[in-house]
C-alpha cells in the first residue's frame, strides 16, 4: 500500500512594509495548494504600498509540482517579482539546487539554495549591504 502524503503549511510575519513569508511543502503541489497560497499572499502584500519580502522555502519533504502547480508557481513569482528581496530553498535534493539557479534568471531579488536551515535563516537575515 502507497501512502501518499501531502500538505502545505505558510507563514507570513510582517513588520512595517517588511514580510518573512515562510513555506513548506510536503508531496506534490497542486494547482488547489496556489488556490489557497495565491489570494493570501496578494492580501497580505496589497496592504503596503512598496513591500519588501524575504522567504524561507522549506522543500525537504516536497516532491515536485503539477504541471499547473509549476505554471502558478511562475504567476506568482513574476506578479510579486520585485517585492521579492530573497528566496531561501531549503531542501535536499539536486533538483532544488537546480530550481534556485532557474529562478533567478526570473526574480529581481536574489535565490539561493541551501542544505542547512540554519544556514538559509543566516543569509535571510543579513541585508544586501552585508553581503
Known amino acids: 500500500m502507497v501512502n501518499l502524503t501531502h500538505g502545505l503549511s505558510i507563514g507570513i510575519e510582517r513588520s512595517g512594509s517588511e514580510f518573512f513569508l515562510t513555506l513548506k511543502a510536503i508531496g506534490t503541489l497542486t494547482h488547489k495548494d496556489y488556490e489557497v497560497i ?34 502558478d508557481d511562475l504567476k506568482l513569482g513574476l506578479k510579486h517579482n520585485k517585492e521579492f528581496k530573497k528566496i531561501a530553498i531549503y531542501g535536499n535534493k539536486e533538483w532544488q539546487s537546480t530550481i534556485a539557479k532557474l529562478g533567478s534568471w526570473f ?10 536551515a540554519t544556514a538559509a535563516l543566516e543569509w535571510l537575515k543579513t541585508s544586501n549591504l552585508d553581503a
Open 107 to 116: 526574480m529581481s531579488g536574489e535565490i539561493q539554495y541551501f542544505e542547512n
Open 38 to 71: 495565491t489570494p493570501m499572499i496578494d492580501s497580505a502584500l496589497g496592504e503596503v504600498k512598496h513591500p519588501i519580502v524575504n522567504v524561507l522555502i522549506d522543500g525537504t519533504e516536497l516532491d515536485g509540482w503539477e504541471l499547473r502547480a509549476a505554471w
